[in-house]
């Protein structure tokens, strides 16, 4: 078979649509409630991925879902019960204002102090953001 022949079989042979996958999606909160607790059991997991600090996203979401908690060990134990469509969009909510870069949409990016201001500065395209801790 010569070259021509196989460009042709090859260009037959591709499907008409191509799927892109991101490399990076928001995680999805995994759990349970106990009695009238919820549990997050990969609470460690979310943290791992956005690559921030434990404490901050901790006070962050139990600000936004207006309830005490407490880690425990790799779950976070929340003090009532909240729905998971609740928590997923808190997570989501922390992604867009604390991890993911408002100029290119990556995750590539670094919390940094300049002049007593925050920022959100991306390491993948160079552009910044003022934040509020």
């Not at 022949?5 to 649509?17: A, H, S, Y």
């Not at 928001?26 to 690559?51: C, E, S, W, Y």
């Not at 729905?83 to 870069?101: E, M, P």
């Amino acid at each position: 078979m010569d070259y021509e022949k196989m460009l042709e079989k090859g260009i037959k042979e591709l499907p008409e649509t191509v799927a892109v996958a991101e490399r990076f999606e928001v995680p999805k909160a995994r759990g349970h409630i106990q009695g009238n607790k919820t549990v997050i059991t990969n609470f460690n997991n979310i943290i791992d991925l956005f690559r921030r600090d434990k404490d901050h996203f901790l006070k962050f979401l139990l600000k936004e879902l207006a309830t005490p908690g407490n880690l425990d060990g790799p779950r976070l134990v929340l003090g009532r019960k909240v729905s998971a469509a609740l928590i997923n969009q808190k997570i989501q909510q922390y992604a867009d204002n604390y991890v993911l870069c408002a100029g290119c949409g990556k995750p590539d990016t670094q919390i940094i102090e300049k002049e007593g201001e925050t920022y959100l500065k991306c390491t993948a395209c160079g552009s910044q953001k003022k934040i509020k801790l």
